[in-house]
Structures are given as C-alpha cells and as structure tokens.
C-alpha cells in the first residue's frame, strides 16, 4: 500500500443556491507520496511540466456527492508536479467543483481514492 497524504485550500466558495441546494467551489488540492521508482541522485526537487502527470501513477481521488467537477484550465489545466531525490511526489491541482446538499447546517466535503 501507498501512504497518500493530504491537503484542501477552500480558495472561493462562489454560488451558494438555495432554490438547487447547490454551491460552487474553487479548491486547491495537494496529494503527497513516495514512489521508490523515482528517486535519482541529487539535493534538489525537480518541477515537471503538468502533462507529464499522464506517464506517473496518481491517486484517483475523487469529491463524494459532487455534481460536476474539473480541473480548472484557463491556458493550461492549473497542475505542480514536483519530484524529490527520495522519489516523494507532490501534485497539485486548482479544481472548480459544484457539491451538494445544502439542506444542513454544516457541510462537509468528503474526498476518496478508488483502487484501480
């Protein structure tokens, strides 16, 4: 098993509706592991180009209970692929999401990651 950690920057909370039970989000979504496929030698992290993400495996975290979500792109899709000596990983990614309900008083967001 791979030890994935984890962080979530609320950025915007950007439409709250009432009449849908719906709000829309911006998030920033940081994912950590070690791939021992990946150490090198050398003192300092590599940056990676965002579409390299498509030749690393990532874990498939997804929102529970989202009605849409994606990747926020404006040129290129919002993606840090930073790679340490000890082959640790960082991604990270701006995503807008759109969750549901909002017939409570608190709302939680809940991340999980499918086997695949």
């Known amino acids: 098993p791979v030890s994935v950690g984890m962080s979530l920057?609320?950025?915007?909370?950007?439409?709250?509706?009432?009449?849908?039970?719906?709000?829309?989000?911006?998030?920033?979504?940081?994912?950590?592991?070690t791939d021992e496929r990946l150490c090198f030698d050398g003192n300092k992290s590599l940056s990676l180009d965002g579409r390299l993400v498509e030749m690393l495996w990532v874990p498939d975290t997804?929102?529970?209970?989202?009605?849409?979500?994606?990747?926020?792109d404006i040129t290129v899709e919002n993606r840090l692929i930073r790679i340490y000596p000890n082959g640790t990983v960082l991604y990270a990614l701006r995503m807008d999401l759109t969750k549901?309900?909002?017939d409570k008083q608190t709302c939680t967001l809940q991340l999980e990651s499918c086997k695949t």
């Open 100 to 102: 549901y309900p909002m």
């Open 62 to 72: 997804f929102i529970v209970d989202s009605k849409k979500s994606f990747l926020h």
């Open 9 to 33: 920057d609320i950025a915007s909370i950007d439409t709250i509706s009432e009449i849908n039970m719906d709000y829309t989000a911006t998030i920033f979504l940081r994912q950590r592991w």
